[in-house]
């Protein structure tokens, strides 16, 4: 129900708009579309091995299991006004409604049985870190339960239809070093075959399970392929781990390979800062990722502490006038002999050539924006008749081709257990994330929706304002 939909004169609004969430945020089940019996769960940490008593009598003993009707709280702030920063108000008197979502981890019930499930796993679109970290901890987790057969799908959707991309058989002893490196062990790629050719695929080789690594665009090709194994009333789960390092993912804290992709864009930006530093009237300019998203900017300009300029694509900028900034950048030569600039590649589309081309994701080719800056800034200075030296830094794929940092790959191994956990539990067309700290699950329809954006609003990007001191550049 949208909220324009919602009438606040009715005293039951309250109450129809939580029902209408509860439905929306239910999780889809195998038992929604085939009649499939539970039967207790083999996973144990009492155990060394998969339990193996049909009764459950030992389950008993342990408190390590999720009720279904656990719930966390999607949104803990309650606001006061619609004008408090980053307010997010459903009604004009921003009144409190609980909107409850469902916690992840493993129950006492589970919907296959592990000795004959075969499970896939796959990785598409661009490279993260924590990939290969996410790929070891599914593979664990999933012969705690004591399943054997385990394959992965190289270089993503394309593996389903290729010939000469053969399954790779995974196993402990295949993945137990994976996380050590960046990238992904079974490749990655963009696009792929037509959902139903996928499906026929999955079926053809028998798969009880599949866990997708993948972004927004990932997310959708496998609730497309959710809702055909649905359509053809398939006993198979499709479970996501949201996959992206611009942090673009709603409703949840954060993605895995954002941590690490902030930390790694502290080396370009300690760079710029240096050069700038360093040489008459230096200027540093770095660009980092962020398509539509401006986080990694945002995180980066805040975490390095020397940044006076960021420039992200949810707040636009003008760059001529007294207000512009390139304005600002004369004032930062003026009093402080140098400056640093840090630019997200998705910012400040509009002053660029459109190429209108796509790339095989369907998204937008973006125009350097960094290389505009970079001339912009040379000519207006070289026309104000005083000298600069600009140091242009792109560091782009180095964010992303590294391997995972502690934080990330914590976040990875909780991720990719809470995948197992929720395929065995029996639901499919769900991902797995951190909403306010707690781990939970969520219909992918609900994250795919939209990007999550910057909110200019947002305390977060007061704070880095605070940081950089820059003015509004209107």
Request: net charge neutral; aromatic share 8%; proline share 4%.
């Amino acid at each position: 129900m949208d909220r324009s939909q919602l009438d606040f004169s009715n005293p039951n609004w309250k109450k129809q708009f939580q029902e209408d969430f509860d439905k929306r945020f239910s999780l889809p089940h195998l038992r929604d579309v085939i009649d499939v019996e539970p039967r207790p769960t083999t996973f144990s940490l009492k155990s060394r091995t998969p339990l193996e008593n049909v009764n459950g009598s030992m389950q008993e003993s342990w408190n390590g299991y999720v009720n279904d009707d656990d719930r966390a709280l999607l949104k803990v702030i309650k606001f006061a006004s619609p004008t408090s920063a980053g307010a997010d108000c459903i009604d004009p008197d921003c009144s409190w409604v609980e909107q409850w979502v469902h916690r992840a981890g493993p129950r006492k019930q589970i919907y296959f049985e592990p000795q004959y499930v075969k499970a896939g796993i796959v990785t598409c679109g661009g490279l993260c870190p924590g990939l290969n970290d996410v790929i070891r901890q599914i593979v664990l987790t999933l012969e705690k339960y004591g399943v054997k057969n385990i394959v992965g799908i190289q270089h993503g959707f394309r593996g389903f239809f290729e010939d000469h991309l053969s399954e790779v058989p995974l196993s402990r002893h295949v993945v137990q070093n994976i996380n050590l490196a960046g990238g992904s062990f079974l490749g990655v790629s963009r696009g792929g075959a037509s959902i139903s050719d996928i499906v026929d695929s999955i079926q053809a080789r028998r798969l009880d399970m599949l866990f997708v690594l993948g972004g927004n665009g990932t997310h959708a090709g496998a609730n497309a392929i959710h809702e055909e194994c649905r359509k053809r009333k398939l006993q198979v789960s499709i479970v996501c781990v949201p996959k992206t390092i611009d942090n673009d993912i709603l409703l949840m804290d954060k993605t895995f390979g954002f941590d690490t992709a902030v930390e790694a864009a502290q080396r370009a930006i300690n760079s710029a800062y240096i050069e700038a530093h360093s040489a008459f009237h230096g200027i540093g300019l770095v660009k980092l990722m962020g398509r539509s998203s401006g986080f990694i900017t945002m995180h980066a300009s805040l975490s390095s502490g020397q940044v006076d300029i960021c420039l992200i694509p949810e707040v636009p900028f003008t760059l001529d006038g007294p207000n512009g900034v390139l304005r600002h950048l004369e004032h930062l030569i003026e009093t402080k002999g140098f400056a640093l600039v840090c630019v997200a590649e998705g910012a400040g589309q509009e002053y660029l050539q459109k190429s209108n081309a796509t790339d095989a994701s369907g998204n937008m080719v973006l125009s350097d924006i960094g290389v505009h800056l970079q001339q912009k800034i040379k000519f207006h200075f070289k026309d104000i008749g005083v000298h600069s030296d600009v140091k242009y830094i792109d560091p782009t794929y180095m964010l992303r081709a590294v391997r995972a940092n502690a934080s990330d790959a914590i976040l990875c191994t909780v991720l990719g257990q809470n995948a197992v956990h929720g395929a065995f539990a029996g639901f499919s067309g769900i991902t797995t994330g951190v909403c306010n700290t707690h781990n939970v699950y969520l219909p992918i329809q609900e994250v795919i929706k939209t990007t999550r954006f910057v909110d200019p609003n947002s305390r977060m990007w007061h704070r880095c304002l605070t940081s950089t001191g820059q003015p509004d550049f209107h």
